[in-house]
């Protein structure tokens, strides 16, 4: 080494000897500050999390539902309501760090159809409030998470599974194909998109499984201010603007004519003021029609949502067939004009190129334990109430599946006089 680099090295430690202090905790704020996040909100005993209570119960809808996915719209928008605003001490030293969720599961057991709801303890009497407000005669049974039947670990000698996170093809604010698009041409009826899904649970023979998971966060009302929404609102109606040139190149021409003006006037271009037809006649009746869907999902109640998805079975009847077949199912609510739910590839069970085995099963390990925990790592995307309506509801009269559980026969009201022991 010679005197120059030594020279160098011991100047640069001097420097850093006498402002570490300032350097360090700059370039380590950010890790630190992950880092405690999720210790007070999950591995701290005492963690805002950890001391949730959740309650889980199994929703038997009624004999006869005539009205369809609109009163389960009226559901999310009553739950919607559960916003609560937690101060800087709440969030950095108890780790309430988002809003109380919600779990919906489909799950379809060997040919059998369940309907799940988790949600907090606290909030036992408002969801089921909530449900008997729009199905009065459904019954509702609080049961053990049914995930505590199977094996901790899977894959293992005896199970097998197949999973995916869900996204979007397009940005949040596009909506996906909703209910009261699923109608028959002629007749003007609604087809139940929940018709294709019960019918592929229903097909599921012994040690079959296939589950779907939504985990609901409601969103504030900032969130359909936020600037990457509006741009894209802007650009549908025509208001974005078209100025390439900016402030920074108006300094510029300004700059490149000085010597010009030294000697003469200058003439800056002249930018002409093109008029527009309205708008209505500007747009395609597709392009109207996106508008329209946009700003509807705009003037409703969002959630952050997590929707994720297993096929569960024994080795021996283990049918990849079922995955594409109910991947089909969900492929019915895309609208390629819009938005778009897929398979998130990372999340994807399968492996590439190196390690694939080991790949694979560590992907099956993570994402078992991620539907355990119903967490909502990984990708996530904005429902707004009538989409989550769309993809999860009862079935209507219209559905005869024999997989689908109704109730045995209408429920009545108690009467006034019944004494009360």
Same mark, same amino acid.
């Given at each position: 080494m010679n005197l120059i680099d030594q020279n160098f090295l011991e100047a640069a430690g001097k420097m850093f000897y006498h402002t570490w202090w300032i350097?360090?905790?700059?370039?380590?704020y950010f890790i630190f500050k992950e880092l405690w996040k999720d210790f007070v909100a999950f591995f701290s005993k005492t963690s805002w999390y950890n001391v949730k209570k959740w309650t889980m119960v199994e929703v038997i809808p009624p004999r006869e539902i005539e009205k369809g996915p609109k009163m389960m719209e009226s559901f999310?928008?009553?739950?919607?309501?559960?916003?609560?605003?937690?101060?800087?001490?709440?969030?950095?030293?108890?780790?309430?760090?988002?809003?109380?969720?919600?779990?919906?599961?489909?799950?379809?057991?060997?040919g059998k159809i369940h309907f799940y709801f988790r949600f907090e303890t606290k909030h036992r009497n408002?969801?089921?409030?909530?449900?008997?407000?729009?199905?009065?005669?459904?019954?509702?049974?609080?049961?053990? #998470?049914?995930?505590?039947?199977?094996?901790?670990?899977?894959?293992?000698?005896?199970? #097998? $599974?197949?999973?995916?996170?869900?996204?979007?093809?397009?940005?949040?604010?596009?909506?996906?194909?909703?209910?009261d698009k699923f109608e028959e041409s002629v007749t003007g009826e609604m087809i139940d998109p929940m018709a294709a899904m019960c019918e592929v649970l229903g097909t599921l023979g012994p040690?079959?499984?296939?589950?779907?998971?939504?985990?609901?966060?409601?969103?504030?009302?900032?969130?359909?201010?936020?600037?990457?929404q509006q741009q894209i609102l802007d650009k549908l109606t025509g208001?974005?603007?078209?100025?390439?040139?900016?402030?920074?190149g108006h300094l510029g021409?300004?700059?490149?004519?000085?010597?010009?003006?030294?000697?003469?006037?200058?003439? =800056?271009?002249?930018?002409?003021?093109?008029?527009?037809?309205?708008?209505? =006649?500007? $747009?395609?009746?597709?392009?109207? #029609?996106? $508008?329209?869907?946009v700003e509807e999902k705009l003037g409703k109640n969002v959630f952050l949502s997590k929707v994720r998805m297993i096929v569960l079975a024994k080795r021996e009847n283990f049918e990849k067939s079922k995955i594409s077949a109910f991947m089909g199912t969900i492929k019915q609510f895309s609208d390629i004009n819009m938005n778009q739910i897929k398979p998130e590839d990372i999340t994807k069970t399968y492996g590439k190129i190196f390690f694939i085995k080991r790949m694979e099963a560590f992907r099956k390990r993570k994402i078992?334990?991620?539907?355990?925990?119903?967490?909502?790592?990984?990708? +996530?995307?904005?429902?707004?109430?009538?989409?989550?309506?769309?993809?999860?509801?009862?079935? #209507?009269?219209?559905? +005869?599946?024999?997989?689908?559980?109704?109730?045995?026969?209408?429920?009545?009201?108690?009467?006034?006089?019944?004494?009360?022991?």
């Open positions: 350097v360090l905790p700059a370039a380590f999310f928008s009553g739950i919607a309501a559960v916003l609560t605003t937690y101060n800087t001490f709440d969030e950095y030293l108890k780790g309430a760090f988002w809003h109380d969720r919600f779990g919906l599961e489909l799950v379809g057991e060997e408002m969801i089921e409030a909530q449900i008997y407000a729009q199905y009065p005669d459904a019954e509702i049974i609080e049961v053990e #998470d049914y995930y505590q039947r199977f094996p901790k670990v899977v894959p293992n000698k005896n199970w #097998d $599974l197949w999973g995916t996170d869900m996204e979007f093809t397009a940005p949040n604010i596009y909506p996906i194909k909703t209910y040690g079959q499984h296939i589950w779907l998971q939504y985990i609901l966060q409601p969103l504030p009302e900032p969130w359909k201010k936020a600037k990457s208001r974005e603007k078209t100025d390439s040139a900016g402030a920074l021409e300004v700059f490149s004519n000085i010597f010009s003006g030294m000697f003469g006037a200058v003439e =800056f271009k002249k930018t002409e003021k093109k008029e527009q037809a309205p708008l209505e =006649f500007r $747009l395609t009746p597709v392009e109207k #029609d996106v $508008l329209k869907a078992w334990a991620r539907y355990k925990t119903r967490n909502m790592d990984g990708p +996530k995307i904005v429902l707004s109430t009538k989409e989550l309506a769309s993809l999860f509801h009862f079935p #209507d009269m219209g559905v +005869k599946s024999p997989a689908v559980p109704r109730t045995a026969s209408k429920l009545g009201s108690a009467p006034s006089n019944l004494p009360i022991q």
